[in-house]
């Protein structure tokens, strides 16, 4: 086996080699473990308040026993779940996934067209939202299977006194609330209150049933639903588990969680895994604002940091960071999209600490490969294959190639998801009858059996860790009147990694650049909107007629170098 999978013979010592996913029995067994024996532990903290794991049990239960029992959800239907890394996310998805419901993560900044697609897709029957997202909602509701809504406030969790005055601020003075009314909407308090512990029933739970409905594009096209099952998250943290090893000391990690939690790689490595560690999940809110971020850090004594390559650039650029207390700091790990070289330099000479990539897929929940982390030196590979799972270069026509030798990344174990929701034809592309699954990269592996992307997906646009479908940003624009054809590809930036630039055809003499951004705004979520535009007289095409993306990004590169 060493001869077919060299990886083997790399592992650092003490990782085994496969995992037991018959350890737990569904994502629910690992959290209420986590309970039981980090019980008077810090597990959540966010503006100051923190919650430890008995709390969590506590108002997950009585959220799980409002969802069962005044709303009458039963097991296997579906929750979304819309709200940004504050208290209440592991508070409603703890309950949810106790109440035996799937939860369909939500992206809070989702415009009403992308809200609408995801909960009529998915039929979930019940959303946990902002308030600061409410009116997106209030647009679309009465055009959704969506029959029960919970809203909260940001502040609803920090106490009377702290929460009453971030709530005030961000309504009132940052006007970061727009005005909503849903008909029949309940407060997540007023749900927490009528809970009642003694009426919750557990729910019997498997391996083979679902646990999220993650959304992704997937190779191409609209968001579709990654149907991943409580067998593949479990076998996911225990592979991540199993890597980071005696690297971390269960009850005393605290964890940056930046990314946002609806993300996949947040929702397994830092709320999931470290859940099971019964590490404290230092919650930031805003990322965005690196001064106040940075001001944050300096409060804590932290000891791991997940994110993707803008956030650690971010950090490394932003004043007073370099200043910081990394004495603690011994894990940072960087997925979603590539980690720059001279980002990985810089980190380590700033922090003391490796910057280790990691590679996955939201198809693989998501983690597939990652870096030894005993690693000193950057060396520009995802790493090697995390336990009880196989990695392969493909050609063409499915056959293995050698190292050294490009083909497509392939990914077979434990943690490949079910398919996508309600999509047989789609799953079919990418999943072969042999398990193995088509992630649709170009990729190589050396002799050691490291492997390294050569190139990311043919069409796909990844702006600082967030996958952007060429598909979907042209199905909207197309619907402007005065649009007659277009296309999207990415470009460099040195913030995002990428960005969107569009290529259009006028079918108005007299559109502006200014009247297409101003459409893109109302329909897509920022990172999906075009920071370029360039209109052109006709745009390439293939003699079937297929419009060649491929030179317009060639085009594009040489004329920013």
Not at 78 to 84: D, E, F, G, K, S
Not at 489 to 516: C, M, Q
Request: proline share 6%.
């Amino acid at each position: 086996m060493s001869s077919e999978h060299p990886w083997l013979a790399q592992y650092p010592a003490g990782i085994p080699h496969t995992i037991d996913v018959d350890q737990y029995g569904s994502v629910v067994a690992v959290i209420e473990e986590a309970f039981e024996r980090f019980r008077h532990r810090p597990a959540y903290s966010n503006f100051g308040r923190v919650l430890s794991y008995a709390e969590i049990d506590q108002l997950s239960k009585l959220f799980a026993s409002y969802l069962q029992n005044d709303l009458g959800l039963g097991k296997g239907d579906r929750i979304a779940i819309m709200l940004p890394n504050i208290l209440q996310y592991p508070v409603a998805l703890c309950g949810a996934l106790r109440a035996g419901l799937t939860v369909v993560n939500t992206n809070p900044m989702y415009t009403a067209r992308e809200l609408k697609h995801q909960l009529c897709d998915s039929g979930a029957k019940t959303i946990v939202v902002l308030d600061n997202f409410a009116a997106t909602l209030e647009k679309i509701i009465a055009d959704t299977p969506v029959r029960h809504m919970v809203t909260t406030g940001v502040g609803d969790l920090l106490g009377m006194a702290k929460g009453g005055v971030i709530n005030f601020v961000l309504k009132y003075v940052k006007k970061a609330v727009p005005p909503f009314k849903l008909e029949g909407a309940v407060r997540m308090r007023d749900a927490l209150s009528k809970g009642n512990p003694d009426t919750f029933k557990p729910i019997k739970l498997g391996h083979d049933d679902l646990a999220f409905l993650q959304y992704t594009g997937g190779t191409t096209g609209v968001a579709k639903g990654a149907m991943l099952t409580h067998g593949n998250m479990v076998a996911n943290m225990l592979q991540a588990g199993a890597w980071i090893g005696d690297q971390t000391k269960p009850g005393e990690e605290v964890i940056i969680t930046a990314l946002p939690l609806y993300h996949i790689f947040s929702l397994t490595a830092n709320c999931l895994v470290f859940m099971r560690l019964g590490g404290l999940n230092y919650l930031i809110t805003n990322p965005r604002d690196m001064p106040g971020f940075v001001k944050e850090l300096g409060q804590i004594r932290f000891t791991a940091i997940t994110g993707v390559n803008t956030l650690f650039n971010g950090l490394l650029n932003t004043p007073g960071f370099d200043k910081l207390d990394f004495s603690a700091l011994h894990l940072s790990l960087g997925g979603g999209m590539a980690v720059q070289r001279v980002v990985a330099q810089r980190w380590k000479k700033v922090t003391g600490c490796p910057l280790a990539e990691a590679y996955g897929l939201t198809e693989t929940s998501p983690a597939a490969c990652i870096n030894p982390l005993d690693l000193t030196d950057y060396n520009s590979s995802i790493g090697l294959p995390i336990p009880s799972t196989e990695v392969a270069i493909w050609s063409d026509d499915g056959q293995t190639l050698p190292p050294g030798e490009v083909g497509e990344l392939m990914v077979r174990g434990p943690q490949v998801m079910k398919g996508y929701w309600e999509r047989p034809n789609e799953t079919a592309k990418v999943l072969e009858d042999s398990g193995w699954l088509h992630t649709g990269d170009v990729a190589k592996m050396d002799e050691k059996g490291f492997f390294y992307i050569v190139d990311r997906k043919k069409d796909m646009i990844l702006v600082s860790g967030f996958n952007v479908y060429p598909n979907e940003v042209e199905d909207v624009v197309m619907d402007h009147p005065g649009v007659s054809e277009v296309a999207a590809v990415g470009v460099s930036d040195e913030h995002s990694g990428e960005v969107v630039k569009l290529f259009v055809v006028k079918k108005d003499p007299n559109l502006t650049k200014d009247d297409l951004v101003s459409y893109c705004h109302d329909e897509l979520t920022g990172y999906k909107r075009p920071r370029y535009i360039e209109f052109l007289d006709e745009l390439p095409k293939s003699n079937v007629g297929k419009i060649l993306r491929r030179e317009l990004r060639e085009g594009t590169a040489s004329e920013q170098s």
